[in-house]
C-alpha cells in the first residue's frame, strides 16, 4: 500500500519558517514530478511548488522567492522551505507524488496544518 506521509507543519508567527517534509512509502513504482499542494479555509487547493525527476520546478507567483522545493529520489522525500511567511500561506499542505508500475496516476498525502498568524 502506498503512504505518502507529511511532516513539520505548525504555528508559526508572520516572518517566520517552516519546514514540511513528505515521504513515500510502498509500491509506488517510479516516481516522477513531486509536489505541494495548500488549501485554505473555504478556498479550493491550489498548487504552492512542483518538482520533476530531475530537478526542475515551478512555483506558484505567490511564493516565488519565499519557498523552495527540493527532493531526496534516494529516500523518495520531497521538501519544501517555507520562509517569509505571511498569514495567507495558512492552510493545508498536501502532498503529491505522480508515479505508479503503469500509466501514471497521482498519490495524496493526508496533509498537514500551517497557521501563520499575523
Known amino acids: 500500500q502506498v503512504q505518502l506521509v507529511e511532516s513539520g507543519g505548525g504555528l508559526v508567527q508572520a516572518g517566520g519558517s517552516l519546514r514540511l517534509s513528505c515521504a513515500a512509502s510502498?509500491?509506488?513504482?517510479?516516481?516522477?514530478?513531486m509536489g505541494w499542494y495548500r488549501q485554505a479555509p473555504g478556498k479550493q487547493r491550489d498548487l504552492v511548488a512542483t518538482?520533476?525527476?530531475?530537478?526542475?520546478?515551478n512555483y506558484a507567483d505567490s511564493v516565488k522567492g519565499r519557498f523552495t522545493i527540493s527532493r531526496d529520489n534516494a529516500k523518495r522525500t520531497v521538501y519544501l522551505q517555507m520562509n517569509s511567511l505571511k498569514h495567507e500561506d495558512t492552510g493545508v499542505y498536501c502532498c503529491?507524488?505522480?508515479?505508479?508500475?503503469?500509466?501514471?496516476?497521482?498519490?495524496w498525502g493526508q496533509g498537514t496544518q500551517v497557521t501563520v498568524s499575523s
Open positions: 503529491l507524488a505522480m508515479g505508479g508500475w503503469g500509466p501514471e496516476r497521482p498519490y
Open positions: 510502498g509500491s509506488i513504482g517510479k516516481i516522477n514530478t
Open positions: 518538482i520533476t525527476s530531475g530537478g526542475s520546478t
